[in-house]
């Protein structure tokens, strides 16, 4: 996680909050310094999850909604972090297929995720 990409998403987002943009003022906090807001780690799972979930005979596809969402720990900038992804449930509906899947985003070296929710997709035929 870069500070370039904390701030473009602090401009589109209008979330200037000093935690997350001003590197100075935030290592005086618990945090030790800036952290990705919490919506720009969700967003990640947008690129993550297409990673680990493939369907190749769907005719579409789209992000259907969570069920559950938390940011238990930061994601820093500059902190690696990596996206795990399991099927919880695959349930069929009248076009298609509903998959609902878990997710977490790990940070290197942090107790917690910054991230775990649960996803759901639908594909269509």
Not at 2 to 26: K, L, M, S, Y
Not at 36 to 43: K, N, Q, V
Not at 90 to 97: D, H, I, R
């Amino acid at each position: 996680m870069t500070q370039e990409q904390v701030n473009q998403f602090a401009e589109v987002t209008g979330d200037r909050n000093f935690i997350h943009v001003d590197p100075e003022r935030a290592r005086a906090t618990s945090f030790g310094g800036t952290i990705a807001h919490g919506y720009l780690t969700l967003s990640l799972l947008g690129p993550i999850s297409q990673q680990l979930l493939v369907v190749t005979d769907a005719s579409t596809s789209i992000n259907y909604g969570l069920n559950k969402l938390r940011f238990p720990g930061p994601l820093p900038v500059g902190a690696e972090f990596r996206g795990r992804g399991a099927i919880v449930e695959v349930a069929p509906f009248e076009n298609g297929v509903q998959i609902t899947a878990g997710f977490t985003i790990e940070v290197k070296d942090a107790s917690k995720p910054a991230l775990a929710a649960e996803c759901l997709f639908r594909y269509y035929r």
